[in-house]
């Protein structure tokens, strides 16, 4: 039977996910038995679209490319918003891709308990729901039978919580440190080779690596939500915004970068959790790692995250942090996680 899916928002990310689907139906189907339809796609600004028999994506994909809107495809029904979008389709898993908001989480947070709570599966590459009520939705999916899954949303579609959640069972996660917002690497980078603060932030947003407003990265902020996900999913923390230590990037001058040069170093920002005396704690700030650290050879725009564990003692994963298709396979990378689950009952 195919999984029936559900698009909220449908912005780069999710059509991202839609391009991967469409090009890789076969592969998926006859190396995993995955197989898809797309019932509904909402989105608040282009429109949206539901046929309960399913969507022909590429379809709905080229009228979205030709009018920028989804209404514009020929059959199905018109104009329902996302909670009715997730309340009355006949989706069984959505999609939840709508923007970050870290403030309140809204309205993705929403999103996600409504199809929680009817018992629909929940993908997202959203930071908001999972930094800021990750133990209440999980305990809400236990309940309901069903699964939250939010790889995408620390490190797009290089393995994170996979990682720490199944490669590492069984051994302590001590402490996690990595790099985990692209935007102020790339600027730290450019800033050592000679280019402005301001110069090498405006060509992020033009790469398309920063958020909207850019204090979400510079600030932090960005790497503080990354680093909460990281420590309450993977370390059982129970941290809330508030008890994270949080510095940006904007007091670090083209004179620091050079003195930590000369003393064989690089700036670096650092968002880190660790446990001590059975308490975890996290931070998010500039650091000046020493070149041997393998963190300080990350560079540009790709981030890493290095976990200490008590038996393997430090693994270090590096990948994209961001972008379209690298956040589309976090998503696809659940979707299969869940359909593994589902279809032998374990998890290998
Ligand atoms: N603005 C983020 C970054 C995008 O620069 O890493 C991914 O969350």
Do not use: C
């Not at 700036?267 to 000046?288: D, F, H, M, N």
């Not at 790709?302 to 693994?315: C, E, H």
């Amino acid at each position: 039977v195919a999984y029936r899916l559900a698009f909220i928002g449908f912005g780069t990310v999710g059509q991202g996910l839609a391009e991967i689907l469409l090009d890789k139906r076969e592969a998926l189907r006859s190396q995993y038995g995955f197989e898809w339809e797309v019932v509904a796609i909402s989105d608040i600004t282009k429109g949206a679209v539901y046929s309960e028999k399913g969507l022909d994506l590429s379809g709905v994909l080229s009228v979205l490319q030709k009018t920028g809107r989804l209404d514009g495809y020929s059959e199905g029904i018109k104009g329902w918003d996302s909670l009715k979008t997730i309340r009355e389709t006949n989706a069984d898993v959505i999609i939840e891709v709508t923007f970050t908001n870290i403030e309140t989480a809204e309205p993705a947070l929403s999103h996600v308990k409504t199809a929680l709570s009817l018992g629909k599966h929940v993908v997202t590459s959203n930071k908001g729901p999972a930094a800021l009520a990750l133990e209440e939705l999980t305990n809400l999916a236990k309940e309901k039978g069903v699964f939250f899954k939010f790889e995408g949303a620390v490190m797009s579609g290089t393995p994170l919580i996979s990682v720490g959640l199944n490669g590492l069972a069984g051994s302590e996660i001590q402490e996690i440190r990595g790099i985990l917002n692209g935007t102020t690497n790339y600027i730290l980078t450019e800033m050592e080779k000679g280019k402005t603060y301001e110069e090498a932030l405006r060509e992020a947003q033009r790469l398309g690596y920063a958020e909207a407003v850019p204090d979400a990265d510079v600030e932090g902020w960005d790497a503080l939500a990354k680093i909460l996900i990281l420590a309450n999913a993977l370390m059982k923390a129970n941290l809330k915004v508030k008890d994270v230590e949080r510095e940006g990037i904007t007091k670090i001058t083209p004179s620091d970068i050079e003195e930590a040069r000369r003393e064989g170093k690089r700036w670096k920002l650092i968002a880190r959790a660790q446990r001590e005396g059975g308490k975890v704690t996290a931070q998010v700030r500039p650091q000046a790692l020493p070149l041997e650290d393998p963190l300080a050879q990350v560079m540009g725009v790709t981030n890493a995250l290095t976990f200490r564990t008590d038996l393997l003692g430090g693994v270090t994963v590096i990948g994209p942090g961001a972008g379209r298709k690298e956040t589309g396979f976090a998503l696809l990378t659940d979707l299969l996680e869940i359909h593994r689950y589902l279809s032998h009952g374990s998890r290998s």
